[in-house]
């Protein structure tokens, strides 16, 4: 009977997402490199990508990316690296941003790797008549769209049970072996919260930065399994 129910929920997850083969260490990627593994490591990797030293500062990488000049930071927790962070080398001015934001958003919303953190994507576009140097003094509002790279791979056995668990102490064995269409959807909310903390390790999101006058965005490309979660306290 379990190993019925867990055929059932696997059928459906196929249908929620896409999996592709297994990958050993499905982490957020940087232009296919994972961001993972040591510090060195990752800035070998990052130069064989065409980034080089950037002069006077040797943990900052400078390069082309996605059609514009950044400077890579790398981010470690407990020596291994958490985070890379791309940040645009030349300033611009107010509308330029404005534009430069809302074209990334649009590039992030048609690429398939990507899905919003949001179900309402659409809040993060920046009206064209809107003052952000305002916004950002007066009203302190900040400019970012988040975003998960789809997972590589899903434990949708692991997730199987874990529904099971829960939905065990409203159902019977049976109900769970052949269930309704009634149930069928209960099993889809139930897993959804699983499906979502899976995504959520694979966060990538950037943000709008203001410095006299003149702005720049900053990209953050995150494994948040490898991030700090009070182990240390």
Not at 78 to 92: E, L, W
Not at 104 to 114: A, H, I, T, V
Not at 197 to 215: A, D, P, R, T
Request: include cysteine; charged fraction near 25%.
């Amino acid at each position: 009977m379990v190993r019925n129910f867990k055929k059932s929920f696997t059928v459906f997850i196929l249908f929620i997402i896409p999996i592709a083969l297994f990958a050993q260490n499905d982490v957020t990627q940087f232009l296919g490199i994972p961001v993972d593994g040591n510090k060195i490591e990752l800035i070998e990797k990052l130069k064989s990508k065409g980034f080089t030293i950037k002069p006077n500062e040797k943990d900052i990488l400078i390069g082309q990316f996605n059609g514009t000049t950044v400077n890579i930071h790398i981010v470690t927790n407990n020596n291994k690296v958490c985070r890379i962070m791309v940040a645009d080398a030349n300033f611009s001015k107010e509308i330029d941003i404005k534009i430069r934001f809302n074209n990334l958003l649009q590039q992030f919303k048609k690429n398939e790797k990507y899905m919003p953190a949001s179900l309402n994507p659409e809040k993060y576009v920046i009206p064209e008549d809107e003052k952000i140097s305002y916004e950002m003094l007066v009203n302190k509002k900040r400019y970012e769209a988040a975003f998960y790279q789809i997972p590589l791979r899903i434990d949708t056995l692991s997730i199987a049970e874990k529904i099971k668990s829960e939905l065990a102490l409203k159902y019977t064995e049976e109900q769970l072996s052949n269930p309704t269409e009634e149930l069928q959807k209960e099993m889809i909310t139930t897993g959804l919260p699983y499906l979502l903390e899976i995504f959520s390790k694979k966060s990538v999101w950037f943000m709008i930065n203001e410095l006299y006058g003149e702005y720049y965005i900053t990209m953050f490309y995150d494994n948040e399994y490898n991030r700090a979660n009070g182990e240390d306290l």
